[in-house]
């Protein structure tokens, strides 16, 4: 039985039919178990890092306009755990859906196209951090043993960041299609065994 058929007038039919468009493209995830594990040891290491850097950056700052003096290595500390923190945030939002985007065109196609558009974006987004993946890597081969200014620690263990994080992302990119290839599908066999016109949508 269609929409249509079930008696409702036009404007409530679309209205359904909107309001089902819109919990379907939504940005809330339901996270699994093992989501919310991964999310979760990737939340601890964000917090900590994001600790560590405020409270560098505000010990060195009273030091230095109280006693006039500073901790010599905590700006290289700093600069270092940046393009952590960057990545670290950079996976979550990519596996919560909270990538800004604008949605101005996207509001305005029919809901399988905005799914083959989320496919393309994600595949392409996969594609490039792969490639940055692989730039990240070589990079961090060539320089990874230099040795910090006044801590003298291996810059591997920060410059890995770019690495470690654009692999991550990744991966995170190719399961959001992956995710949304399966659930175009799923919804295709629906469509076939129980097809719905509403208005000529």
Sequence with gaps: MTVRDSGLDDGLAQAITKASIEAELSNTVDETGIDKWINGVVEVFGVLVLAAITLLVFANAFLRYTFNSGIIWADEVVIALVPWLAMLGM????RRREIIRIGFLIDRLTPRSRRLLLIVTEL??????????????????????????????????????????????????LVEAITHFRRADDHDQLDAQHPVNVGGI
């Excluded at 996976?91 to 990519?94: A, D, P, R």
């Design 124 to 173: 392409a987004s996969t594609v490039a951090f792969g490639y940055l993946t692989i730039v990240s890597f070589s990079y961090l081969s060539l320089f990874g043993s230099d040795r910090s200014v006044y801590l003298s620690l291996s810059k591997g263990w920060f410059t890995s960041a770019m690495c470690i994080g654009a692999g991550l992302v990744c991966l995170a990119f």
């Design 91 to 94: 996976f979550l939002s990519v």
